[in-house]
């Protein structure tokens, strides 16, 4: 896959190599243990994180690096070009956007440069709730104003790292839905320390996914939240968490690009070698064009990460690029994995070829963090002026 590597941009060849150079250190039996037993890679994490490729985005004056999204979008996608999996710290690189954006001058002194320490770890972000899935605004946790902070009370499912992270990115309803002016005022963001709250309002209680994942479901019960954890103004949080899924969706769709050259990679290189009736199996058109479609599908969907991450980088509206980038990101490692698979014939499900793993892993992006069906949606109302279908 020498060309897919040259599509990528230049200046970015020395942080491409070295988050390359880390990955090497974890290959394919390392995460197949972990997929085993259902574990958390903490050491790769905490490799990534001595390195300073997850304080990436945090500007240099808190101690981060100060990337653009396109130089983390890069690092995101050579993680899982490597057959590495980002999605069990790729929150701590993005979460921390709310409080650069919306948090007051002393959150941000507080929290940011331990973040890009590695000292502080914020990687949770509870918004997705059973009873209300994709329709965020009928949310029910609840957050209500006392003498000194909040009291929370509710569920969250699917907060992915909880157990793996100090500090979760709340999003709970502060004025009832039937008493707020527009329907997408009334929740509040706040900042939950989960080290001051466990045991004292707050359980977690990991689910076992199809693929390891360290998510979780949250419960509150009267957990206390002070008011200095207010993040903004109380009633705008959904236009705050808002504001940061454009970079998440970039981020992730980018990750889904490393995944598609991993496949292409992968199936490539097996039916190059893989010889039956006296010829590799890759000489057949039927192995072949299955691989190459993938290749011109993955390119494709590069081209929009990278249009989505430059436009965000310029401070544009990138909102139907993020979308759009997510989506053909999404769909290409999608086809690339099951083509993989198809290409090893029976060893495709073999574990020792990693492949059955990276095909769990990648279906996620189907669905998470927005579904397909959600940005289709997106794509229709906002940038085709259909009517809204919900
Ligand atoms: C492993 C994993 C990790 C996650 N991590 C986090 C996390 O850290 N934090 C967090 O807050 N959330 C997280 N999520 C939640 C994730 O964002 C949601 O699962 C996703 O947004 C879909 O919501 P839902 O599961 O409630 O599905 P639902 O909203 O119940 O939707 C079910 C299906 O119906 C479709 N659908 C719903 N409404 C419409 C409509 N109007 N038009 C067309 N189709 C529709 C959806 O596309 C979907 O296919 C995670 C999920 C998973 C599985």
């Not at 903490?42 to 100060?66: C, R």
């Amino acid at each position: 896959m020498s060309k897919a590597r040259s599509s990528e941009h230049d200046d970015l060849a020395p942080i491409r190599e070295a988050v390359r150079a880390l990955c090497a250190d974890f290959p394919g039996e390392y995460w197949r243990a972990l997929d085993r037993e259902r574990e958390y890679p903490a050491e790769f994490v905490a490799a990534l994180t001595k390195a300073g490729f997850l304080a990436g985005l945090i500007p240099e004056q808190y101690g981060g690096s100060g990337l653009n999204l396109r130089a983390a979008a890069a690092i995101m996608e050579e993680i899982h070009a490597a057959g590495c999996n980002g999605a069990a710290c790729h929150a701590q690189m993005y979460t921390m956007g709310t409080i650069l954006r919306h948090g007051s001058d002393a959150q941000k002194k507080k929290y940011l440069p331990a973040i890009a320490k590695g000292e502080l770890r914020l990687q949770a972000f509870g918004v997705t709730e059973p009873t209300s899935g994709t329709d965020t605004l009928s949310l029910r946790t609840t957050a209500a104003r006392t003498n000194d902070g909040y009291v929370v009370n509710g569920q969250k499912i699917w907060t992915s790292r909880a157990e793996h992270s100090d500090l979760l990115l709340l999003l709970a309803r502060t004025t009832p839905k039937d008493e707020v002016k527009k329907r997408t005022e009334g929740l509040s963001v706040f900042l939950v320390d989960m080290r001051q709250a466990l045991g004292k309002g707050l359980t977690i209680r990991p689910i076992r996914t199809m693929m390891n994942h360290a998510t979780t479901e949250v419960f509150f019960d009267d957990m206390q939240v002070p008011a200095e954890n207010l993040i903004g103004e109380e009633g705008q949080g959904f236009r705050y968490i808002l504001s940061g899924m454009n970079a998440e969706r970039i981020l992730i769709a980018a990750e889904c690009i490393g995944d598609a050259k991993w496949f292409i990679a992968k199936a490539g290189a097996y039916a190059k070698e893989r010889v039956l009736f006296e010829r590799p199996i890759g000489q057949n058109q039927g192995v072949q064009f299955p691989i190459a479609r993938a290749y011109a599908q993955m390119r494709a969907a590069e081209l929009m990460v990278q249009e989505a991450a430059r436009k965000y980088d310029a401070g544009e509206d990138a909102g139907a690029e993020a979308n759009l980038a997510k989506l053909l990101a999404a769909d290409a490692s999608w086809f690339a994995a099951d083509m993989c698979v198809q290409t090893h014939g029976g060893f495709g499900f073999a574990e020792e070829y990693d492949i059955e793993r990276k095909f769990r892993e990648t279906r996620l992006y189907q669905v998470a963090p927005i579904s397909t069906n959600l940005i289709l949606s997106y794509l229709a109302e906002h940038v085709l002026g259909l009517p809204r279908s919900y």
